[in-house]
């Protein structure tokens, strides 16, 4: 069967959501959790199981962790030619297994490896993708209402392009996956249904879904299953001849507790504004990140960045040092628990979202909040 000829009873056989658990060097990511935890949430709603998939070598041993999130069940694919990640090679895995096992939805992380396999998984198995989205969330959709609310269709338009969502009278009404990501810029949330292919494919952006806690009965509890799948030397066109890190340690944004980022208002003394951060960050405890201005005028390099285009971080305490709060910066970071706000400017929007809004000059209040914080851990 290809894909690409479904009718609503093919639609009927597709089952379980899935998770792609990416790891590196045999340690599973962050992002795993987070999509392992959400996909929890998601499989219940639909009331099927949740599922990992691993591919690796000799990484079997991972896959009860993933339980302890939430997943019932892991598949591991395991082989030499799995070791490193390689298009070719995870595409043809994935697809196969995906194409005899059928799941329903399938998501995986917006990483630098996620981005590259997901829209080569979704264009083989001839679905659709939502890339780098920020919500899911399961709903019973009436495909007709929701034009008659969302679009300017006339009635007769609604009628053929709502049925034919739901692929006829089987499915009036349809219990899907609605993904949810930025668009035009940040400027609107689109609302994105996959009705009528599957699997239902989803990037998700790191460090937007909250993880649950471990929970070591579910560990124990969580199903390993080896499917079978082909893979050769032949299928893969390409060669990885040497694995170059990165020489620079690169900020970790997204596991910080606190964050102290700076914006353009540094610009009368970039040098002494950077400076200030990294003082007020070291007596956090925190890490320094930036608005887009600070990465595009090259004031701080791409891996601080917060924002839509950037990291969505979720610290206890983020602290913005002279940063409008434009939407796409709030965009990554208006989740944080406590956010404080040095501005000058006593009508800057960050101050609509700031827990605490202190308005001056972020050059004299920074050094006060620096001394603020030594003298109470003192
Ligand atoms: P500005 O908007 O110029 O604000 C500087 C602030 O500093 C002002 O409010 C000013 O009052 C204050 N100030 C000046 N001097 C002082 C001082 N001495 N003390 C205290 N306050 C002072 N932006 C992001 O941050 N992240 C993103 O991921 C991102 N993605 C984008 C994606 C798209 C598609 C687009 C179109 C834009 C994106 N942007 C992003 C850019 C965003 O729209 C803003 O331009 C940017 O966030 C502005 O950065 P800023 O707040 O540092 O600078």
């Not at 630098?112 to 920020?134: E, Y």
């Not at 899907?176 to 609302?191: E, I, Q, S, V, Y």
Request: proline share 3%.
């Amino acid at each position: 069967m290809t894909m690409s000829n479904f009718n609503s009873s093919d639609i009927a056989a597709f089952k379980d959501v899935w998770v792609f658990c990416e790891q590196r060097e045999g340690k599973l990511m962050p992002t795993d959790f987070e999509l392992i935890s959400k996909g929890r949430d998601l499989a219940d709603e639909l009331g099927v199981n949740l599922c990992g998939l691993l591919l690796g070598d000799n990484v079997e041993g991972l896959a009860k962790e993933l339980g302890g999130y939430g997943a019932d069940k892991v598949y591991v694919c395991e082989s030499p030619l799995l070791k490193v990640y390689n298009t070719d090679a995870y595409t043809k895995v994935i697809c196969d297994v995906i194409e005899e096992l059928k799941p329903e939805a399938f998501l995986i992380g917006a990483t630098n490896i996620g981005r590259d396999l997901a829209p080569r998984c979704a264009a083989r198995l001839h679905t659709g993708l939502c890339a780098d989205c920020t919500h899911l969330d399961v709903e019973m959709t009436n495909y007709k209402d929701f034009l008659r609310e969302a679009s300017t269709l006339p009635e007769d338009k609604i009628e053929k392009v709502g049925t034919a969502m739901v692929l006829g009278e089987k499915r009036d009404v349809a219990k899907d996956l609605k993904m949810t990501r930025p668009a035009f810029g940040g400027h609107l949330m689109a609302t994105i249904f996959c009705p009528r292919f599957r699997p239902c494919m989803a990037t998700v952006r790191p460090g937007v879904m909250k993880k649950n806690e471990f929970n070591q009965a579910k560990a124990d509890a969580c199903e390993i299953v080896k499917p079978a799948f082909q893979l050769a030397e032949s299928d893969i066109e390409t060669e990885v001849v040497e694995v170059v890190k990165a020489a620079k340690k690169l900020v970790d944004l997204i596991g910080a507790d606190f964050i102290v980022s700076v914006g353009r208002g540094i610009s009368k003394d970039v040098e002494g504004g950077i400076k200030l951060a990294e003082e007020l960050a070291e007596v956090l405890g925190g890490v320094v990140g930036g608005s887009r201005a600070t990465i595009d005028s090259g004031w701080l390099s791409a891996d601080h960045q917060v924002g839509q285009t950037g990291k969505t971080v979720h610290p206890k305490v983020y602290v913005a040092l002279g940063i409008s709060g434009a939407i796409q910066h709030k965009a990554g970071m208006q989740d944080s628990e406590c956010i404080i706000a040095v501005n000058k400017n006593d009508t800057a929007p960050i101050f609509e979202i700031a827990d605490y809004g202190i308005c001056g000059d972020l050059f004299k209040v920074t050094p006060m909040l620096i001394e603020a914080i030594k003298a109470v851990k003192a």
